[in-house]
């Protein structure tokens, strides 16, 4: 049996057209869609950081974190984000270092502005 064949099955034993199915789908796929960080919040958050990991400073590799998930908060503005190298942006989702790395994003961030 063909994938399609089955997800057709599927559909009809739930009592759903298929097409009315698929567009639920791709509204759900829409609502669960993050939003990207546009182009000038990028470099925004990039310039405050001076393209380095607001950390370590590190250079070479640098992420953009959502400091409040996005998936919690829908919050792109640079108050939320920070600039930070592959090593301190596993280790910010781990709850040993959070704290201590987020007091660097913070006194980073105020020191720029000055």
């Not at 546009?38 to 950390?55: D, F, G, P, S, V």
């Not at 959070?98 to 007091?103: C, F, N």
């Amino acid at each position: 049996m063909s994938p399609d064949y089955i997800d057709e099955l599927k559909w009809k034993y739930l009592g759903i057209n298929k097409i009315i199915a698929k567009d639920l789908l791709k509204e759900a796929r829409k609502l669960n869609q993050r939003k990207s960080i546009n182009t000038a919040q990028r470099t925004a958050i990039l310039e405050l950081a001076n393209y380095k990991c607001m950390y370590c400073g590190f250079d070479t590799v640098i992420d953009i974190h959502h400091i409040v998930p996005y998936s919690k908060s829908k919050d792109n503005s640079i108050g939320n984000l920070a600039v930070l190298c592959p090593n301190h942006h596993k280790m910010i989702h781990l709850e040993k270092y959070r704290e201590e790395i987020i007091d660097a994003i913070n006194k980073c961030k105020s020191h720029q502005k000055k």
